[in-house]
């Protein structure tokens, strides 16, 4: 199993969200996060400051300034960030007529480091499904910004085999991550995710992230990597999706795993 690029010590990674509605909250909760043993990445989801500031206008200074106090804000020395703008149709809130333009602009996007320079996001998601994915994903590699590609089903489980296909596209699209998460209604489902995750894992040149989501789907988020998968998302705060742990417990459990 591979590491996450910009995590390569962590494995799995414990990658926690910052879903604050205000610069002022996404720092309280960077603070919080940077302050838990454990915690390897801050997901900073972008689309819930901009849904909670109602500032979607792509070429608004209002939008432009609160994606720039946003990223300062959730910006810790030593923390990379994963910046991820979800739309609508998978769960989030941005809406699918400016998805494309605002994780164009995210890429550009820089805050002040501890050294006296600039750093920009770790990482960007795009959804693989969106019009203009592969532009993205070719656009944030020329500017040297890593990629994590991802589909999220909310309402059920896609067959093993579908879920292997859509790893393996985002990998032939040029990401530098993959990442699915599901919706399970049984049990098979769980176990279906955990297979196809555990395949992609051992087949593809990049690291994976399989997850299902929900009260049946927190074995896959606790027990990441024992079935391939790169990395899990857990709280500090405010969850991000149904089924999310505190990072405490994912850390213990990755502690007693040896891992």
Known sequence: MRPLPFAPLAVPAIIAPLTGGSAEAVAAQAAAAGSEPG????????????????????????????????????????????????????????PLEVYFELVAALMGVAAPDDRGGMVSPSAVDVEIARDGALELIGAARETGVAVVASSHEWEATPPAEEIQARLHRMAAAGADVAKIAVMPQTMEDVFGLMQATHAASEALAIPVI?????ERGRLTRLCAAEFGSAATFATVGAASAPGQMTAAQVAAVRQALGR
């Open 39 to 94: 915690v390897d990445v801050l997901e900073w989801r972008v689309d819930a400051l901009l849904e909670a500031q109602d500032a979607w206008g792509v070429r608004s200074s209002r939008a432009a300034r609160a994606v720039v106090e946003g990223f300062e804000a959730a910006t810790l020395p030593g923390l990379p960030v994963l910046a991820t703008f979800r739309s609508e149709a998978e769960g989030g809130e941005c």
């Open 210 to 214: 399989g997850i299902a989501m929900g």
